[in-house]
């Protein structure tokens, strides 16, 4: 069974930074593409970031030079590194397995609850 545990969210003030987590297990991780998502309150899933693999990464322009995905292959880890944060950056952040279109993605976890407030 594919399980998938995100961590590490919280509340910052604008600027500041987050770095989430996320716990894989139930599947080949390494041969996976996997992304963080996000959907703030109201709002639609929204993509984030993708990572193969091998490590190629690709960004939603919002957060480019701001986030970094990443992973360990070895400890079925994946992360994003969340800096320079924005209020517009409010959402639950969830990580899942890329399935070709957003339409498809299945999210396994609860979440970790980002919220960017002075």
């Known amino acids: 069974e594919v399980q998938l545990v995100e961590s590490g969210g919280g509340l910052v003030q604008p600027g500041g930074s987050l770095r989430l987590s996320c716990a894989a297990s139930?599947?080949?991780?390494?041969?996976?593409?996997m992304i963080w998502a996000r959907q703030a309150s109201g709002k639609g899933l929204e993509w984030v970031s993708s990572i193969t693999g091998g490590g190629l990464t690709v960004y939603l322009n919002a957060v480019k030079g701001r986030f970094t995905i990443s992973r360990d292959n070895a400890k079925s880890m994946l992360y994003l590194q969340l800096n320079s944060l924005k209020p517009e950056d409010t959402a639950m952040y969830y990580c899942?397995?890329?399935?070709?279109?957003?339409?498809?993605?299945?999210?396994r976890g609860q979440g970790t609850q980002v919220t960017v407030s002075s």
């Open positions: 899942a397995i890329w399935t070709g279109n957003m339409a498809t993605v299945q999210l």
């Open positions: 139930g599947f080949t991780f390494k041969d996976s593409i």
